[in-house]
């Protein structure tokens, strides 16, 4: 199987706080994973794409000094949002190819971050 | 740059009845293009991949098709039912895993 899981699956936090979203391989190794956002009946935009053991690449318009994303190992990536903000309350998602092999990406569940 | 259109926004059928989802995309560069299904407040559901250089992928009651050359796919949902009431994307992948996603059809399926 190719398995991804986030944790955790819902978060409310207070404005300002610094929020952290596991995004975990289950069954396979990833060097490559994408974090996505999703905002209300809107489709998702890919936010970042991150490579184990290098620095994220960020898409144009996203905050790399806002979002930080590690990625330490070929099983888990993290994203961090720091100084959050409501307008940052959104869905999070994760995905993951399968080492070597960019034909397909398993997603995560999401995470669902509101931030009062 | 990359735009991915998904036409109709929304569709309401009859249980049993076949229906065709539609999506356009601009660039025909694309390494594949997969079809999802996303429930309210849930994640991605993978429904079919496909290719660039395969024309369509099934999977039980589901067909879908691909014309690179005119940008073009269909998700055809066979005997619908009311499981099948979701949010259907589609999105196309460039060789380096860059997405672009379209905004969805929301399908709703009445008994």
């Known amino acids: 199987g190719a398995v991804v899981s986030q944790h955790p699956s819902r978060v409310i936090c207070k404005s300002g706080t610094s929020v952290k979203i596991e995004c975990r391989s289950l069954d396979f190794q990833a060097t490559t994973m994408f974090w996505y956002r999703q905002f209300p009946k809107q489709s998702l935009m890919l936010m970042a794409t991150?490579?184990?053991?290098?620095?994220?690449?960020?898409e144009q318009g996203v905050e790399k000094d806002k979002f930080l994303i590690n990625h330490a190992s070929l099983t888990l990536s993290t994203l961090t949002v720091t100084s959050a903000h409501p307008e940052d309350s959104s869905f999070y998602i994760c995905?993951?190819?399968?080492?070597?092999?960019?034909?397909?990406?398993?997603f995560g569940p999401g995470t669902r971050l509101t931030v009062l | 740059k990359q735009e991915v259109t998904q036409i109709p926004a929304a569709l309401s059928v009859p249980e049993g009845e076949n229906l065709v989802l539609n999506c356009s995309f601009t660039?025909?560069?694309?390494?594949?293009l997969q079809w999802f299904r996303q429930d309210p407040g849930k994640g991605l559901t993978s429904l079919l991949l496909i290719q660039s250089s395969q024309r369509e992928q099934t999977s039980g009651r589901l067909n879908a098709s691909l014309d690179k050359s005119s940008g073009r796919s269909t998700l055809y949902i066979a005997a619908s039912q009311p499981g099948d009431s979701a949010t259907y994307l589609c999105a196309t992948f460039t060789n380096a895993g860059k997405s672009t996603f379209g905004d969805g059809t929301t399908l709703t399926v009445k008994p």
């Open positions: 991150s490579n184990e053991g290098s620095k994220a690449t960020y």
């Open positions: 660039d025909s560069a694309i390494y594949n």
């Open positions: 995905s993951a190819t399968k080492a070597g092999v960019y034909n397909e990406q398993f």
